[in-house]
């Protein structure tokens, strides 16, 4: 899991005036199973090359992959470094290159922000200053082209 406090930093950054907490629970649950998902991919990948060490290469594949389209600009790192190898060891990765942790950092922060822009946008939309669960799931939906569970990544 992340940071609470950065996540709703992230919120807060993309116009989220007030922010139920139980919004920051979910979107932590959805960034976390997302990124999860990329990196299981990725860890495949590094064990079909026969590598032992999971690189950068490897997470931008399995990002395109499983997003079907490439970021948009990534260049902000949000969250601490022992987040970022927590997700990775969750999904298998055993040896990460600093590189493919500092993408990491960056691939996660651009996902929170772009699942916080689509929940901040449907909040002002109707005309709320508080950004709730279900504009997060919105968010989440919004950025994935589909429905969560359609991704593999279950809905909370």
């Not at 929170?112 to 946008?121: F, G, K, R, S």
């Amino acid at each position: 899991m992340l940071s609470n406090n950065k996540l709703k930093r992230v919120l807060k950054n993309n116009g989220a005036e007030n922010i139920a907490e139980e919004s920051i629970n979910l979107i932590n649950e959805i960034v976390s199973k997302i990124s999860e998902e990329i990196t299981l991919i990725a860890v495949k990948l590094t064990h079909f090359k026969g590598t032992k060490t999971l690189q950068k290469d490897a997470i931008k594949v399995s990002l395109k992959t499983f997003l079907g389209r490439d970021p948009k600009k990534l260049e902000v790192k949000t969250f601490n470094i022992s987040n970022i190898r927590n997700i990775l060891a969750k999904s298998g990765a055993k040896r990460v290159s600093k590189e493919a942790i500092d993408y990491m950092n960056k691939v996660i922060t651009w996902i929170a922000e772009e699942i916080a822009l689509n929940a901040v946008i449907l909040t002002h939309t109707n005309q709320k200053k508080l950004v709730e669960e279900d504009s997060i799931k919105f968010g989440s939906q919004k950025f994935l082209g589909k429905d969560i569970e359609q991704n593999n990544v279950e809905s909370v």
